[in-house]
């Protein structure tokens, strides 16, 4: 029989104990950013065919190495999720190794396509191509982890990064076909090629994310 929603305990377990983590993380990496990869991996788990409890799962622990350094985070994270014993209530051993795979495979400048199903759906999911999305996280990152550059250099951060992860010639990868990102990606690629719109957004997103909390 397959299942069409997740497990309640399942899901119990990892709002209480998981997505927490990621209030750690900062605006760019945080519980928002989480919360979409898990509405959009348990919609393109759906389409496969998926399992929607390990889609979910993987999902919520896919940024939680961020607690550590940020080039192995996918790494870190897979380790983290293969070490929680207390899933093993929910799943088997292999379901557990597929899953701590898809956790390493997430990531966009990943030298290898992901080795199951899973991981692409969870890679899909994290490429999170919402053009607002994708510029404000990008803003986000560099004030957040660059806090001494200014507005100029923090401009030639934000373009060299479009540029080298977002650009017809930027190594980010789609995993499953029709999904809505390969429209946004579009949308994004023709922003990037008008350098005065590409200018004008980041001072957008700038603005706003220089603005005080209330």
Avoid: C
Avoid at 1 to 6: E, H
Avoid at 109 to 122: E, L
Avoid at 147 to 155: A, C, L, S, V
Wanted: charged content about 30%.
């Amino acid at each position: 029989m397959i299942k069409t929603n997740v497990s309640l305990d399942l899901m119990q377990f990892v709002e209480t104990n998981i997505l927490p983590k990621y209030n750690e993380f900062g605006r760019s990496h945080g519980i928002s950013h989480v919360q979409r990869v898990i509405e959009r991996s348990l919609v393109l788990a759906r389409q496969t065919g998926a399992d929607l409890d390990m889609a979910y799962a993987i999902a919520a622990y896919h940024d939680v190495g961020m607690s550590g350094p940020r080039a192995i985070h996918h790494l870190t994270g897979g380790k983290i999720l293969a070490a929680d014993q207390r899933l093993k209530r929910w799943f088997s051993t292999e379901q557990i190794r597929i899953m701590r795979e898809a956790v390493e495979d997430h990531r966009a400048s990943s030298g290898h396509a992901p080795r199951s199903i899973y991981g692409k759906i969870v890679a899909e999911a994290d490429r999170d191509l919402d053009p607002e999305v994708v510029f404000r996280r990008t803003v986000q990152f560099g004030l957040e982890n660059y806090p001494e550059k200014e507005r100029e250099e923090q401009w030639e951060r934000f373009a060299e990064h479009m540029e080298n992860k977002y650009s017809s010639q930027g190594y980010i990868t789609l995993w499953i076909p029709n999904s809505p990102n390969e429209k946004y990606l579009k949308e994004i690629r023709n922003v990037i090629a008008d350098k005065k719109k590409l200018r004008e957004t980041f001072e957008r997103f700038y603005d706003e994310e220089k603005k005080p909390l209330p």
